[in-house]
T-cell receptor, first 116, second 108 residues
Framework: GAGVSQSPSNKVTEKGKDVELRCDPI?????LYWYRQSLGQGLEFLIY????????KSGLPSDRFSAERTGGSVSTLTIQRTQQEDSAVYLC??????????????FGPGTRLTVL | GQNIDQPTEMTATEGAIVQINCTYQ??????LFWYQQHAGEAPTFLSY????GLEEKGRFSSFLSRSKGYSYLLLKELQMKDSASYLC?????????FGSGTKLNVKP
């Protein structure tokens, strides 16, 4: 079956421009996560969506970052006025419904963002 | 705050056994995940421990001690394809707190 997909796979942008990153989760998965991974580092939690509940935005590093999830499926992460320190791989993951939400996450291939 | 520690890098020989440790300090805790990540690829799930003790799954085993805030991943009969980064993540109420990962180099 289809896994989590993300687009674009690579994005190069100039400092100060806005970018949108897209995530298509696995069909039927209610939970969706966004992470950021800088070179050689672990995953930094950004935001979490669960069904129709209000998202947990506690990991967003600044107000330049925002995310939406339309119809409980596709999600878009938007970074406004990009800075060089935003350069990283942005990973999306989804999880199926499960008791206590402890089901594992399935990761997409990521979007590599480079801000010049 | 949340603090997840694991060694940065380890080297082991093909066919050997290696143990990758992870210590965690979190404000809440439900369980501990281990993921494998090959260079340039997304993480893939290896194991999840909720209760204390050892969970064995083929060549990979994972151990958890909740009282000590400690986990390890044990890889047996190492193969060259096991060269990857191994990420531990503490799970607490829908949030995953990841360590920086341990890069494992398997040599012939």
């Amino acid at each position: 079956g289809a896994g989590v997909s993300q687009s674009p796979s690579n994005k190069v942008t100039e400092k100060g421009k806005d970018v949108e990153l897209r995530c298509d989760p696995i069909s039927g998965h209610t939970a969706l996560y966004w992470y950021r991974q800088s070179l050689g580092q672990g995953l930094e939690f950004l935001i979490y969506f669960q069904g129709n509940s209000a998202p947990d935005k506690s990991g967003l590093p600044s107000d330049r970052f925002s995310a939406e999830r339309t119809g409980g499926s596709v999600s878009t992460l938007t970074i406004q006025r990009t800075q060089q320190e935003d350069s990283a791989v942005y990973l999306c993951a989804s999880s199926p419904p499960g008791a206590g939400g402890t089901d594992t996450q399935y990761f997409g291939p990521g979007t590599r963002l480079t801000v010049l | 705050g949340q603090n997840i520690d694991q060694p940065t890098e380890m080297t082991a020989t093909e066919g050997a056994i290696v143990q990758i440790n992870c210590t965690y300090q979190t404000s809440g805790f439900n369980g501990l995940f281990w993921y494998q990540q090959h260079a340039g690829e997304a993480p893939t799930f290896l194991s999840y421990n909720v209760l204390d003790g050892l969970e064995e799954k083929g060549r990979f085993s994972s151990f958890l001690s909740r009282s000590k805030g400690y986990s390890y991943l044990l890889l047996k009969e190492l193969q060259m394809k096991d060269s990857a980064s191994y990420l531990c993540a503490a799970y607490n109420f829908n949030k995953f707190y990841f360590g920086s990962g341990t890069k494992l180099n398997v040599k012939p």
